[in-house]
């Protein structure tokens, strides 16, 4: 079965440094991946190669949309195949809710799913700019949400909201996956990265790590990422690992 996302040989330079190297990495359907590192690790470059928005023509390697090389690709192929949300949106109008969702095209049913998936649906008919900072995040993400794409890549998307809206986002995203989707996120708070299928950590401009969280969110790793020590624990009703950072080193 061909790769939905697949990065071959990724450089991406920034005038003559290099801020990621010969990045290789596969992305699979059916599967939540958590993108860690510390600040300049290459994390948002990394996102926006996948997403086509980061031209590699000047750069090196490819970037294959489910087995096309995306430079040969329209822009409207990718937007049927893939939604990206960056890590600050925003409009210079008020918009409202329903009308920014609808700037995604959504079925009825895609449009309810996602007012619900971010319980939007008391703030439906005000504008962008009289929401909160983490009311108008949950709308940015409900737009799209609403696209239902088969790949969804997300930069820092749980930043700002409630732990609450935390929580429904990612339960939304395992949700998605169950179903078949492609999903990759920003975490930068570890405890969530561990809630992810997959781990991937970016640091010294290439990737450190690469496999689940139990895999990847050690005590070595994440001293060497953050210069942090870490408690590792596990959530007493799944066993899930909660890794929790306790002081800088």
């Given at each position: 079965m061909t790769s939905p996302l697949l990065a071959q040989n990724i450089t991406v330079r920034r005038?003559?440094?290099?801020?990621?190297?010969?990045?290789?990495?596969?992305?699979?359907?059916?599967?939540?991946?958590?993108?860690?590192?510390?600040?300049?690790a290459g994390k948002s470059t990394l996102l926006a190669a996948l997403a086509g928005l980061r031209s590699l023509q000047h750069n090196e390697g490819s970037v294959l949309l489910e087995g096309k090389d995306m430079q040969t690709l329209s822009k409207a192929v990718i937007a049927t195949k893939l939604a990206?949300?960056?890590?600050?949106?925003?409009?210079?109008?008020?918009?409202?809710?329903?009308?920014?969702?609808?700037l995604a095209e959504p079925s009825q049913t895609a449009y309810l799913e996602a007012l619900a998936a971010m319980e939007l649906e008391p703030l439906e008919e005000k504008a962008i700019t009289q929401l909160s900072t983490g009311e108008a995040k949950r709308?940015?993400?409900?737009?799209?949400?609403?696209?239902?794409?088969?790949?969804?890549?997300?930069?820092?998307?749980?930043?700002?909201?409630?732990?609450?809206?935390?929580?429904?986002?990612?339960?939304?995203?395992?949700t998605r996956a169950s179903n078949g989707a492609c999903i990759v996120f920003i975490a930068h708070d570890i405890p969530y990265a561990a809630r992810a299928n997959r781990v991937i950590a970016l640091g010294e401009n290439k990737v450190m790590a690469d496999g689940t969280p139990l895999e990847v969110l050690n005590s070595s790793l994440l001293r060497e990422l953050y210069g942090v020590e870490v408690w590792l624990g596990t959530e007493p009703s799944t066993g899930a690992l909660v890794p929790l950072p306790t002081r800088a080193v």
């Amino acid at each position: 079965m061909t790769s939905p996302l697949l990065a071959q040989n990724i450089t991406v330079r920034r005038g003559t440094r290099a801020i990621m190297r010969e990045v290789n990495l596969e992305f699979k359907a059916g599967e939540v991946t958590a993108i860690i590192g510390a600040n300049g690790a290459g994390k948002s470059t990394l996102l926006a190669a996948l997403a086509g928005l980061r031209s590699l023509q000047h750069n090196e390697g490819s970037v294959l949309l489910e087995g096309k090389d995306m430079q040969t690709l329209s822009k409207a192929v990718i937007a049927t195949k893939l939604a990206f949300l960056p890590a600050h949106s925003s409009v210079p109008f008020p918009l409202t809710v329903r009308e920014l969702i609808a700037l995604a095209e959504p079925s009825q049913t895609a449009y309810l799913e996602a007012l619900a998936a971010m319980e939007l649906e008391p703030l439906e008919e005000k504008a962008i700019t009289q929401l909160s900072t983490g009311e108008a995040k949950r709308a940015w993400l409900a737009m799209t949400l609403s696209r239902n794409t088969p790949i969804l890549l997300l930069d820092e998307p749980l930043a700002g909201l409630d732990p609450r809206y935390q929580m429904r986002l990612l339960e939304t995203l395992q949700t998605r996956a169950s179903n078949g989707a492609c999903i990759v996120f920003i975490a930068h708070d570890i405890p969530y990265a561990a809630r992810a299928n997959r781990v991937i950590a970016l640091g010294e401009n290439k990737v450190m790590a690469d496999g689940t969280p139990l895999e990847v969110l050690n005590s070595s790793l994440l001293r060497e990422l953050y210069g942090v020590e870490v408690w590792l624990g596990t959530e007493p009703s799944t066993g899930a690992l909660v890794p929790l950072p306790t002081r800088a080193v």
